[in-house]
């Protein structure tokens, strides 16, 4: 008897915490619809940013001179959300190389790991049947002073993510460790003063870590130019 009252006081107790959570309402995936309709008629790229809103700040064409890089990133955008509007976010476009960061804002929204790695793979799984030639990458989830106590979560994502890179044919680039300090934590100097955006040097950081990545299309590019001229 005293078993049974103990479970049902147990019961009781996490009914009644449960109730006290405030309900979270799904945010809408049509959220960013102005967002994405801009990218109508935007035409052909060699390379396709895609992704969240560290991909939006990056000033992909001025990083990256010798290529026709074209930058999809919008809002605080989901895994969900890019999915969501992807047949208009990648629509005509069949580039060389993909670059894709996205699932920061999947942990940050109260996904789990589980869940944020298995939502980005799905995306990867649709860009390699897409586009069987193009050279896909995807971008770890990036360590941020704000988001610092989440960072196990998505360590956690990235890891599962990694680990199915050959298995659905993608490339793997870590651009969060060149983010860290000398005590293995988020170098504040490389942020926004958010704490969760990169600053100019921290995208100086991975454009140097994504140029060593595409440098073989670069020089390709540079080459087809000098040859026109």
Known sequence: M????????????????LAAEPMVPAKPLSRFDAE??????????????LGSSSIRLWDVAGSFPALHAANRGFGGATTAD???????VVA?????????YVGENDIAGGA?????????????????????AARIAYLSMKPTPSRWHLYPHMGAANAAIRASAAAVGFDYIDVGTALLAADGRPDVQLFRLDGLHL????YQRWTAIIDRYLQPASRMASAKVQGAS
Do not use: W
Request: charged letters at 15%; aromatic letters at 4%.
């Open 2 to 17: 005293k078993l049974i009252l103990t479970a049902v006081m147990a019961m009781t107790a996490a009914a009644a915490a």
């Open 36 to 49: 994405v309709a801009a990218f109508a008629g935007a035409g052909q790229a060699s390379t396709l940013f």
């Open 82 to 88: 890019v999915l969501h509007h992807y047949d208009r």
């Open 92 to 100: 005509g476009v069949q580039p060389a190389s993909v670059l894709v």
């Open 112 to 132: 789990s790991a589980e869940q944020a790695a298995s939502d980005v793979l799905t995306l990867l799984a649709r860009l390699r049947r897409d586009m069987p």
């Open 199 to 202: 600053n100019e040097s921290g």
